[in-house]
Nanobody
């Protein structure tokens, strides 16, 4: 089993900053990448930022220069962070953490999702 626990988020005014954290724990054999997705009301879920285990990062165009994704292995957990600066009302969404990994006993990797955390940016 794997657990993805998100924290952070909340409400902020436009131009402000927020940080999100995600802790992935479990019997992880291989971790391929971790990512943040978001889903705004009435819209499709979209990839915000991703980091691979070898340090490559990818961002959606609208957050480039404002958001920074990072990963850290603490030994007990694999952590994923998202530092969000210069927030805009259009960044309002539920943000989800994902981890593409393989557990003990599995032959292929799977993508696991966190429960989501709300980010609300007011104008």
């Amino acid at each position: 089993q794997v657990q993805l626990v998100e924290s952070g988020g909340g409400a902020v005014q436009a131009g402000g900053s927020l940080s999100l954290s995600c802790a992935a724990s479990g019997n992880i054999v291989v971790l391929n990448n971790m990512a943040w997705y978001r889903q705004a009301p009435g819209k499709q879920r979209e990839l915000v930022a991703l980091e691979t285990i070898d340090g490559r990062r990818k961002y959606m165009d609208s957050v480039k220069g404002r958001f920074t994704v990072s990963m850290e292995n603490t030994g007990a957990e694999n952590m994923l962070y998202l530092q969000m600066n210069s927030l805009k009302p259009e960044d309002t969404a539920v943000y989800y953490c994902t981890a593409d990994l393989r557990l003990v006993g599995q032959f292929v990797s799977n993508v696991y999702w966190g429960q989501g955390t709300q980010v609300t940016v007011s104008s």
